[in-house]
């Protein structure tokens, strides 16, 4: 048990690297008869609050399950809960819904880390069945859609440090999936952007380890240190119009500056950006407990992360809703590590 806490505690060190301070506020979690249980996984937000936040109760969630390495499912329809286990002897990192819930992603190398990484595709109608994309290395994968209707995803040819200079000879892509599959993957810019897109493709940003942007109509060689050269990670660009930035970072002097926390604590707050490089916002944790692998949710201003106690005691599923400056406990696991969670919901 105390190997698994180190293996774990180890990920945390190689996946961490008007303006307004908020301190995230959290419901306490329903209590019974409003949790459902499946397995391991306990659903602590009753169905009147998923639908408050989110516009529908009809949700799937995935997540890796850090102890194995495969993928969890988790779907929520008319009032009940079922588990599904896929990608049985992949290793599994940052799996991502298509748009229409019907397909997910992966990757098969975490964010940080300087190894070569497959793309894969399970249709979750055939989950049997995986395409990969033939490319020597593609991680972190994210999905689109264009204003033709054409559904793509995005990836980097390199997953490390963007303080290494092979950053500097690194690519970020876009890649068509259709029925008959994938299409030729098209190099969007210079150097791997890992932190996503804005929703029409005007910029970049990336932070493993420091949180660089890149403005589309900009020389291909042009890039900006949006934060003082301080260590950050988890860069996620908003999917709606907002363009926020969001990212975690390690106790730096720009957020202890913003935030007046002394704390020296990693990841105490998730700290979001706009499109000048401003920081807006930042929302504090819940007591004892620290961020990780927050991602924002296709379309609205609410985000889907992990929150770990101090200990790494556990690791549980939150909703973070932007707007309101409040952290929602929503999947409670017992026993199972879990990362990399993503969230898809019936519009």
């Known amino acids: 048990m105390l190997y698994r806490y180190a293996i774990v505690f180890l990920m945390l060190l190689l996946v961490a690297c008007g303006s307004d301070s908020s301190s995230g506020s959290s419901d306490e979690g329903p209590q019974e008869p409003h949790e459902i249980k499946v397995n391991d996984f306990t659903l602590l937000m009753a169905s009147d609050s998923i639908k408050a936040l989110l516009g529908s109760d009809r949700f799937k969630l995935v997540f890796r399950d850090g102890d194995v390495g495969n993928l969890v499912l988790l779907e929520h329809t008319d009032g009940s809960l079922k588990m599904t286990k896929l ?3 992949y290793n599994v990192y940052h799996p991502t819904f298509s748009p229409d819930g019907s397909k997910i992603a992966f990757c098969s190398a975490y964010e940080g880390a300087p190894f070569e990484s497959r793309l894969y595709i399970i249709d979750l109608k055939n989950p049997e069945k995986m395409d990969s994309l033939d490319v020597e290395s593609a991680a972190i994968p994210r999905w689109y859609v264009l204003p033709d209707g054409d559904t793509i995803i995005t990836f980097v040819d390199y997953n490390g440090d963007d303080k290494n200079e092979l950053w500097l000879s690194s690519a970020s892509w876009k890649v068509t999936y259709k029925v008959n599959g994938f ?3 098209e190099k969007i810019f210079d150097r ?13 940003a990336t932070g493993a380890t420091r949180l660089y942007f890149h403005r589309a109509e900009d020389a291909e060689d042009v890039f900006e240190d949006r934060y003082g050269d301080q260590q950050v990670c988890n860069v996620s660009v908003s999917r709606d119009s907002s363009k926020l930035i969001s990212f975690l970072e390690t106790a730096g002097k720009m ?4 935030t007046h ?3 020296g604590a990693w990841h105490h707050f998730i700290f979001y950006e706009d499109e000048t490089g401003k920081i ?3 929302i504090e944790t819940l007591p004892n407990t620290a961020f990780d692998q927050v991602e924002w949710l296709y379309g609205i201003p609410v985000q889907v992360g992990i929150l770990s106690s101090m200990d790494l005691e556990y690791f549980d599923v939150v909703l973070i809703d932007y707007t309101q400056s409040k952290v929602h406990k ?5 026993g199972v590590s879990m990362w990399h969670p993503d969230l898809w919901f019936d519009r």
């Open 280 to 282: 807006v916002k930042a």
């Open 183 to 185: 299409g030729t993957p």
């Open 330 to 334: 929503f999947i409670k696991s017992d």
């Open 87 to 89: 990608a049985d002897g």
């Open 192 to 204: 791997s952007y890992n932190g996503g897109y804005a929703y029409d493709f005007s910029f970049a």
């Open 261 to 263: 926390d002394q704390s």
């Open 255 to 258: 957020g202890r500056e913003f």
